[in-house]
């Protein structure tokens, strides 16, 4: 049982993001390349700082709330593929080719929240969006990956971005650790939260959490209907991608959130190994691995008014299957042009007992074209209430996709 433990854990370790490190120093400001995109971003953690600048915050779990102010340049797209963190081979990196840190910065709250302003007066739709990572991540490993969504979603000019990075060790050998620590930062998510929907230039707050992160996010939605009664109504939309979840406790949290809770969706995918060696540590199916086809997850999804994004044919960069929902162009696009459209996933009155829609896996694309998101025809929804509503609206875009695809244009 030792020596499978060991490979549970390493299965897991290995799904993080955690291979590079130590990158934050910013470069110089004569060695920015034209072409590149700066991605700024506000951060709160509960993470301790770090003794190197290089690093700025570390794994152990800090008494208070910090904050820090990041720019990360993204390379020109020509120069990398859409969905990876081209990491610098060494410091300070290359901008043409590799992702590099312009700001890097710990402030503290008032700074935080001015610059918070800042961005949000700069965004579009006035949305917070707020991103919470996953096991195994260190603190640079969640900044290139939001920096990274933010830029291939086509989200950046939307919204204000904030990073919630909690005390993960970013080691394969510390599961049980950055558990406790999800645990530990429930408090510090839910008053970010709380704070963001009490903000009156703030219209609506989306939340995007990943793998492990789930557990925090839905731990501290849960905590703010028992206190408050009811989760914010600014926060509206709240996407779980790999969930780590354990179906029968999410089912639990579901509940508590009431009926006046935020639109939920699930990004789903039945091959997810690094999920399925979470289901052999706690033998218990997670939520992130789901059939939603199947019973008892059919009548779950219908019952709690979840929407589903199934992304088990789509093809991954890595062997886990642990991160489609950031490295497809076309499920990252998805998310996009929902949160740009200030729109939900899906109708709410959709019962996603069958998939809500169908990816073909072999399909290129890329982000910000309108190919890029390759769906098959038609597209499932299962309630047919909803086909004169978001059904009509996707079936349209789907159409739309096949037309350019017979011109020719790429």
């Known amino acids: 049982m030792r020596g499978t433990g060991v ?64 720019v990360v ?17 060494q410091p300070p990196g290359n901008p043409e080719t590799e992702f590099v840190t312009l700001k890097s910065e710990i402030v503290t709250k008032d700074q935080a929240e001015a610059s918070f302003s800042r961005l949000l007066g700069q ?26 969504i933010l830029h291939d979603s086509g989200a950046r000019a939307d919204v204000a971005p904030i990073l919630f990075t909690w005390p993960s060790k970013g080691k394969i050998s510390a599961y049980n650790y950055d558990r406790d620590s999800a645990n530990y930062s429930r408090d510090a998510l ?57 179906v029968d406790i999410a089912r639990q949290q579901f ?63 890595d062997f886990f299957n642990h991160g489609k929902f950031a490295e497809d162009p076309r499920v990252v696009e998805l998310i996009g042009r929902r949160i740009a459209a200030g729109q939900t996933l899906t109708d709410q009155r959709v019962g996603v007992g069958a998939r809500m829609m169908q990816v073909t896996a072999g399909a290129a694309g890329s982000v910000g074209n309108a190919a890029g998101l390759i769906l098959s025809a038609p597209v499932a929804i299962v309630d047919p209430e909803t086909r004169g509503s978001f059904g009509d609206q996707i079936d349209q875009f789907g159409q739309s996709v096949r037309q350019i695809g017979a011109s020719g244009l790429q």
Not at 200 to 219: C, D, F, I, R
Request: proline share 7%.
């Open 7 to 70: 490979i549970i854990l390493l299965a897991l370790g290995l799904s993080g993001c955690a291979t590079s490190e130590g990158f934050l120093v910013p470069i110089p400001s004569d060695t920015h390349a034209p072409g590149t995109t700066h991605v700024e971003m506000v951060v709160a953690t509960t993470r301790t700082k770090a003794e190197s600048s290089a690093f700025l915050f570390g794994g152990g779990r800090a008494p208070d709330v910090a904050f820090a102010d990041m």
């Open 190 to 246: 839910e008053a970010l939260l709380r704070d963001l929907s009490k903000d009156p230039q703030v219209k609506a707050v989306t939340v995007l959490a990943h793998s492990m992160g789930n557990w925090v996010t839905l731990e501290a939605l849960r905590q703010m209907a028992i206190r408050d009664g009811r989760v914010a109504p600014k926060i509206r939309l709240v996407m779980l991608a790999d969930a780590d979840v354990d």
């Open 255 to 317: 509940a508590t959130l009431g009926p006046r809770r935020p639109h939920i969706v699930l990004f789903v995918s039945e091959n997810d190994r690094a999920l399925a060696a979470s289901r052999a540590l706690w033998q218990a199916p997670r939520l992130g691995a789901i059939d939603p086809e199947v019973a008892p997850y059919k009548s779950m999804i219908e019952q709690e008014h979840l929407s589903v994004v199934d992304m088990t044919r789509l093809p991954s960069h």
């Open 123 to 148: 965004s579009r739709e006035k949305q917070a969006l707020v991103f919470v990572h996953g096991f195994n991540n260190r603190y640079e490993d969640a900044v290139y990956r939001f920096a990274q």
């Open 73 to 89: 340049s993204i390379p020109p797209d020509a120069n990398r593929k859409i969905g990876e963190v081209e990491w610098p081979r």
